[in-house]
């Protein structure tokens, strides 16, 4: 059985001056803050990704880098336009594209189509899961179910924070 973590990127800006591009719309300071205290969970609790496949916007990317500075690990790393373009059948299908080697596997990307991807993955017609910024499922592929999920209000505060750490 594999393990496919889906992470909606943490808390962005939402149309900082001088930015024009959606994609290019950097984390807020407690966007950094969630995704450090997500990294420093999952490494706390030895969660390993064996391959990460992330959106190329800004804020993803970010969450990415914030995730790693909190101590989370992966094996291998790719961007794809596909997770940031929101198709949630072109994101399933890069998803199998990417499982042959990968028995956990990380997505960082978007709402509305990472939430609409684990409705579709679970059988789940309705809103009735919301992904909230730097939120976390992790889902077990290919039986449909969530095995856990995470929110920033969950996670436990750590004594160093993004900004103390190295």
């Given amino acids: 059985m594999r393990e496919l973590l889906i992470i909606r990127h943490a808390k962005a800006e939402k149309k900082p001056p001088g930015i024009v591009r959606d994609i290019d719309r950097p984390l807020t300071r407690q966007g950094f803050s969630d995704a450090f205290r997500l990294g420093r969970f999952l490494a706390s609790v030895g969660y390993h990704s064996d391959l990460v496949l992330c959106s190329p916007s800004l804020r993803t990317r970010q969450t990415h880098e914030a995730l790693a500075k909190g101590g989370f690990s992966w094996g291998s790393y790719q961007e794809s336009m596909v997770i940031y373009e929101g198709h949630t059948r072109d994101i399933?299908?890069?998803?199998?594209?990417?499982?042959?080697?990968?028995?956990?596997?990380?997505?960082?990307?978007?709402?509305?189509?990472?939430?609409?991807?684990?409705?579709?993955?679970?059988?789940?017609?309705?809103?009735?899961?919301?992904?909230?910024?730097?939120?976390?499922?992790?889902?077990?592929?290919?039986?449909?179910?969530?095995?856990?999920?995470?929110?920033?209000?969950?996670?436990?505060?750590?004594?160093?924070?993004?900004?103390?750490?190295?």
């Fill in 92 to 166: 399933e299908q890069l998803c199998h594209m990417g499982e042959s080697n990968a028995d956990r596997m990380t997505i960082i990307g978007h709402n509305p189509s990472l939430e609409e991807w684990v409705w579709h993955l679970c059988g789940i017609n309705d809103s009735a899961l919301h992904l909230k910024p730097c939120a976390a499922i992790c889902h077990r592929w290919p039986d449909g179910l969530i095995h856990w999920y995470l929110s920033p209000s969950f996670l436990p505060k750590f004594d160093e924070s993004f900004d103390d750490a190295e």
